[in-house]
Structure formats: structure tokens, C-alpha cells
């Protein structure tokens, strides 16, 4: 069965709404998840790294401003993209595994965002 | 920085046939794990099969292996037996338990598999 769960997995709304993403573990306590990009026939970029406790990590040319992290137990990171446009839109997808290093990655189903 | 490239962007194979996806990556590193996911038509991202590093042997699971050629820096995941559902999205990855098991994807190869 899955083992991140992510919400909503479609959200459709109007510009400069702001839209929060959950991405929860849920048998495994994770202190870091990641969350992706996906363009249309794409890889996924990553976007930033989220910390417990702590700042998220953003890739360059991500804006910290526009896409907020916060983890704030071992189970839960949101994503919340502020003030969203039609730019925005695309498909988001977090991840996070198990602790130890051979683990592997697994991956909510993702959140298909259409701004309008 | 770690690349890893998948030089194949589309692929198609007959059901029943056997298919070869190719990926290279460029790392310093020596200890590290690589992985193939598949991403079907719903966009859940599975996990297909997993490479250690250190690990001589090829994996493999059920119907699909891979070719690890450390050396070469190879890591090429074969199809045996391709069933309809196969038809998907595959994506090579390489993690680095130093990085905080960070994944860094290839570009994908989407399979598609023929009746």
C-alpha cells in the first residue's frame, strides 16, 4: 500500500489564491522530503529539500517566497504556493523514505494544479 | 554535481518482446544506489528496481534487470516479456545517501509497448 500520501490531488482555482499541498508518511517518521516539478512530457525538477524543524533548502532559481515549505513534524511537509498565477500551474509531486541510506524514495501521487 | 542522461526519449517494443533502456550518469562519488521508476499514464511515480553501488550483482526483479557497469558508469534496465501495462514513463535515478537521499533524475524514455 502507499506509503506517502499527498493532498489534494487536483485543485483548480482562481489567480492569487493561494494553495496549500500535504505530503505525510505514513508509517515512517522522515525528516526530510522532497518536492518536484513536473512539466508536461518532463522529468521532475526538484524544487527544494524540506527540513523538520528546520528551513527548507531551494534549488536555484526557485522562489522561497512564492513556494513556501513547512515540516513541521516528522510526518508532514506542505507546500503552499502563494498568490498562485496561470504560470504556476503544473503537476506537483513530493517524496520521502524511510531513515537509513539505502532506502529508496517513495513518491505521493501528486497534485495537478490549474490556476485560472 | 551528479547527471545522469537517458538518451532515448521514445521507445516502443511488441508485447512479448524484450526491450533495453539505456542510462549513463557522472559522479565522483563511490558510494551510491541507483534506481528506475516508472511514471504510467496516472503520474504515480513506482518504483522499479534498485542498484547498490557496491554490489557486483546485477538486480533483478520478476521480469525486469539491469546491466550495471560501474566502470562505464552504465546502468541500462531490461524488459522481458513486455506486458500492455509496461507502457509508461521510465525514469533513471541516481541517489547519494550523502546528499540526504536526494534522487536526480534522467530525462525519462516513454515506452510504449504494442499489442
Known sequence: GAVVSQHPSWVICKSGT???IECRSLDFQATTMFWYRQF???????MATSNEG?????????????????HASLTLSTLTVTSAHPEDSSFYICSAGRPGNNQ????GDGTRLSIL | AQTVTQSQPEMS?????TVTLS???DTSENNYYLFWYKQPPS???????RQEAYKQQNATENRFSVNFQKAAKSFSLKISDSQLGDTAMYFCAFMKPSAGNMLT?????????KP
Open chain 1, 54 to 70: 528546520s528551513k527548507a533548502t531551494y534549488e536555484q532559481g526557485v522562489e522561497k517566497d512564492k513556494f513556501l515549505i513547512n
Open chain 2, 105 to 113: 533524475f534522467g530525462g525519462g524514455t516513454r515506452l510504449m509497448v
Open chain 1, 18 to 20: 493561494s494553495v496549500k
Open chain 1, 104 to 107: 529508496p524514495q517513495h513518491f
Open chain 1, 40 to 46: 508536461p512530457k518532463q522529468s521532475l525538477m526538484l
Open chain 2, 43 to 49: 503520474r504515480q511515480m513506482i518504483l522499479v528496481i
Open chain 2, 13 to 17: 517494443v511488441q508485447e512479448a518482446e
Open chain 2, 23 to 25: 542510462c549513463t550518469y
